[in-house]
């Protein structure tokens, strides 16, 4: 199982420790090191800087989302870092949700999203192989564009630069059943927002003829700490905030997501205290054990029993959310 750095998205403002920690990741023999984006910071400027930075450790978005950008942009900087980086880029793609997409993007979300997905993922393969021009007749994704309202003078064209890798991996940032089955039809691997290692049954389902070599990266947060409980409240004000505030009461993926995995009521309740502006209440709700078991917290030994788990199962990459120097050290020597 490989090691990657997860650095997610910035807060208020950058974080003037994240290129040490990519750095001291790349020292200690990470694979990889991954960005993401959600209504602030985007994912491919601080993945850049940090290109500039390292020179061995690569490069994932994780995840950059699809409404952000028409598939041919979102192309066009894959195809770039990929060069300035000497073929270490690696795409991490993902939906979100109608909340973020409507409401920050100002676009409407897919009725179909599988479909959607789909057809950005046809189009983001065909400007790296960069085989002819780019055509889709599809129903989200069309090149040219042929709506009502176009010119009718668009006409389709091939990438002007020579992609590095025509095969440049593709990930996506999968949650329901179908979604991660198309996953492992059209992607090179997937990026699960919670991984249970003692749940998976939860995608068995969906993970039946896995393509040789295919990617699964989960992310977990991981912390060196005397104190479980008190080592536990970041994940529990992650999956708050996820669970209550990333999404609509009728539609959350991310709660829906925890339903599935045996919490439910659970799910249900962090959800109704956080949109009540319960916050504080809602990150308390969030059971102990659901948080323990998609991270790694606790002292030195607990954590390298539980890191076993992790090890033994399809998980190919565990993208660690780490705090510190130190925390990332100790992992690197227990996974050796």
Known sequence: MRLGL???YWGRGPDPRHLELAQEAERLGYDSVWTAESWGSDAF?????IAAHTSRIRLGTAIAQMAARSPTTTAMHALTLDHLSGGRMMLGLGL???????????????RSPLTATREYVDVVRQVLRREGPVEVDGRFHAHPYRGEDATGLGKPLK??????????????????PKNIAQTTRIADGWLPLYWSPTRT????????????DFVIAPMGRVTVCD?????????????????GGMGHAKRNFHADLMARMGYADEARRVQELF???????AVLAVPDAFADEISLVGPRGRIAERLELWRKGPVTDLLVLAPDPHTLRVLADLNS
């Open 96 to 110: 979100s949700g109608p909340q973020v997409v409507e409401g920050w993007y100002g676009r409407p979300f897919p």
């Open 159 to 176: 990438p002007i630069t020579h992609p590095l890798r025509a095969d440049l991996p593709i990930l996506l940032g999968a949650e329901g």
């Open 6 to 8: 997860a650095l997610g």
């Open 45 to 49: 400027t601080p993945l850049t800087w």
């Open 275 to 281: 949109l009540a502006g319960r916050r504080e209440e």
């Open 227 to 243: 104190d479980v409980a008190e080592g536990l409240l970041p994940v529990k004000a992650m999956l708050g905030f996820y669970i």
């Open 201 to 212: 049954d939860a995608y068995e389902a969906s993970l039946t003829d896995l393509p040789e």
